[in-house]
C-alpha cells in the first residue's frame, strides 16, 4: 500500500449493511457470501482469498479458525451457521464449482481456480466494490488493534499494518494491557 494515496473507503454503515446482507442472505451463492465477508469484516485481498482452500479452515468441533496470517482468526459462529455448510463447501474458493449466479463467467469450470476479476465482477453485481469494503475493513481493524496483531492475524505485511495504523492515527500501544485485562476463552 502506498502511503500518500487517499484510500477510498465505504461509510461505516454502508460497509455494516452489506456485511449484514452477505451474512443473512440465502440467494447469494454461499462462495460469493464468504467472499464478501472476507473482504468486509477480514479486510482480505481478492488476490488471496482466490488461493485459499480448505486447509486454511481449522475446525474443532463447533469451533471454526482460518488461518489467514500466522495466528488463526476465530470465525463468529452466527457466520458460519448461515453460510454452512461452511467449511466444506465454501472455502473450496479456488475451485469455481455451484450454481451459475451474478458476475459468473461462462470460462469457469470446476477445479479451476476462481481469478480476482472474477470474483469482483460476482461481488460487484452484489452492489460491493471489492476494494474499497477492503479499506474500509482495514482502516477500522487497524484502529482496533496494534500493527503487529494485524500483520499477524490477517496476514497483512508489518509494513503495510503500520502505514493502516498511521492512517488512522493508531499506535494502539494500550492494546496489549488491554488484551491481558480480558478473560481467557
Given at each position: 500500500?502506498?502511503?500518500?494515496?487517499?484510500?477510498?473507503?465505504?461509510?461505516?454503515d454502508e460497509r455494516w449493511r452489506?456485511?449484514?446482507?452477505?451474512?443473512?442472505?440465502?440467494?447469494?451463492?454461499?462462495?460469493?457470501?464468504v467472499v464478501g465477508l472476507l473482504v468486509l469484516l477480514y479486510g482480505q485481498p481478492l488476490t488471496k482469498i482466490s488461493r485459499l482452500t480448505t486447509s486454511h479452515v481449522i475446525q474443532?468441533?463447533?469451533?471454526v479458525r482460518l488461518a489467514l496470517g500466522t495466528h488463526p482468526v476465530d470465525v463468529p459462529h452466527r457466520?458460519?451457521?448461515s453460510c454452512s455448510p461452511w467449511p466444506k463447501t465454501a472455502m473450496a474458493l479456488p475451485a469455481s464449482a455451484g450454481p451459475t449466479s451474478p458476475g459468473s463467467s461462462p470460462a469457469s469450470s470446476p477445479g479451476r481456480p476462481r481469478g480476482t476479476?472474477?470474483?469482483?465482477?460476482?461481488?460487484t453485481a452484489y452492489g460491493l466494490p471489492s476494494r474499497r469494503g477492503r479499506n474500509s475493513a482495514l482502516t477500522d481493524l487497524a484502529a482496533q488493534m496494534p500493527p503487529a496483531v494485524l500483520s499477524q492475524v490477517l496476514g497483512v505485511g508489518v509494513k503495510a499494518a503500520t502505514q493502516w495504523a498511521d492512517a488512522v492515527g493508531s499506535a494502539r500501544t494500550e492494546y496489549a494491557a488491554d488484551r491481558s485485562k480480558r478473560p481467557p476463552r
Open positions: 500500500m502506498p502511503s500518500g494515496k487517499p484510500r477510498r473507503s465505504l461509510a461505516d452489506l456485511a449484514h446482507r452477505f451474512l443473512h442472505d440465502d440467494t447469494i451463492d454461499t462462495v460469493d457470501r474443532a468441533g463447533q469451533s457466520w458460519t451457521g476479476a472474477h470474483l469482483r465482477s460476482r461481488l
